[in-house]
């Protein structure tokens, strides 16, 4: 039990010192974060929006400024978390395979990548949350937190698909920014005239949309589209596991198999030349 805690926390440790020294990172969590919600509330205006949640079924009438902040929040949270999981993951790839090549335990890597992830998540969530109340009081802040920590979630084993699988980083970059704009702007009801129709459910962070703007304006709480986002998250990471065990897949050849030869059998090492002895030049020397 010690030797996995000792992996765990020692693969954790460089994973959370990777994200630390993303600068950019931190700069946009400090200001992308604030100036963004900040931008949707002021600059949207503050007329009704009505709107009938599916997640309650209620008929609500939120404003139009604060409805915006909250889906600004969400892609603000999901971009950084995205973002930073991608960030991490592309530069440290290679890493990761000598890590494994040598024989360090990829479970133990996975679990640090997954831990980062909850605390990056988690720490942005309650960032955005608080600037989203320095705004306007939301009626279920913990609610909100959890939906934005959720998305991040999402969003942050996106980034770890990305980086697992594109060879690019301007294409993992580019994949990020434009399925959270595509996410969030079609099921936001300012912005989207389809924002009620029903193929929205099946978005990435449709349950963290729903919970997040059940927590802004009802006082109804909604679980199920928690669970539904974190199902979300399910599946994502899973296939960012199945990235990072291809990513780091071993190049050694297998002790076990039988080396290449004829029939599958050993291979067929030449005899060495034996040079001509004394004997050998006497007969030749009779022989003529």
């Known amino acids: 039990m010690r030797f996995h805690l000792t992996r765990f926390a020692v693969a954790t440790r460089f994973t959370l010192l990777e994200h630390g020294r993303n600068r950019f990172a931190m700069m946009l969590v ?21 709107m009938r ?10 404003h139009g400024n604060e409805l915006t902040a909250i889906s600004g929040a969400l892609n603000a949270v999901t971009l950084i978390t995205g973002f930073m999981m991608f960030a991490a ?11 494994a090549m040598a024989g360090y335990p990829r479970a133990h ?6 831990t980062a992830l909850a605390l990056v998540s988690a720490a942005v969530a309650a960032y955005a949350t608080a600037v989203i109340c320095l705004a306007w009081p939301p009626r279920q802040p913990l609610l909100l937190a959890a939906s934005l920590f959720c998305a991040g979630l999402t969003y942050g084993a996106l980034g770890v698909v990305f980086g697992s699988l594109l060879r690019r980083e301007v294409e993992g970059m580019f994949a990020i920014v434009m399925t959270s704009i595509i996410d969030l702007a079609l099921q ?15 978005l990435p962070s449709y349950g963290a ?30 296939v960012a596991l199945l990235g990072f065990r291809h990513s780091t897949r071993t190049c050694l050849p297998d002790p076990s198999a039988p080396p290449p030869g004829p029939g599958g059998g050993k291979a067929g090492v030449p005899a060495p030349r034996r040079t001509a002895g004394p004997s050998a030049k006497a007969s030749g020397t009779e022989a003529h």
């Open 30 to 50: 400090i200001l992308f974060v604030p100036v963004w919600t900040s931008l949707a509330y002021l600059a949207m205006p503050d007329a009704p929006a009505r």
């Open 53 to 62: 949640l599916r997640a309650t079924g209620e008929a609500l009438a939120p």
């Open 89 to 99: 993951t592309f530069s440290g790839s290679g890493f990761d395979r000598r890590l």
């Open 109 to 114: 890597l996975v679990l640090a990548k997954v």
């Open 188 to 202: 936001n009801p300012i912005t989207s005239s389809g924002a009620d129709n029903p193929v929205m459910r099946y």
């Open 209 to 238: 949309m729903q919970a997040s703007t059940a927590a802004g304006f009802s006082t109804s709480p909604v679980p199920g589209h928690l669970a539904l986002q974190l199902t979300w998250f399910t599946l994502a990471a899973l």
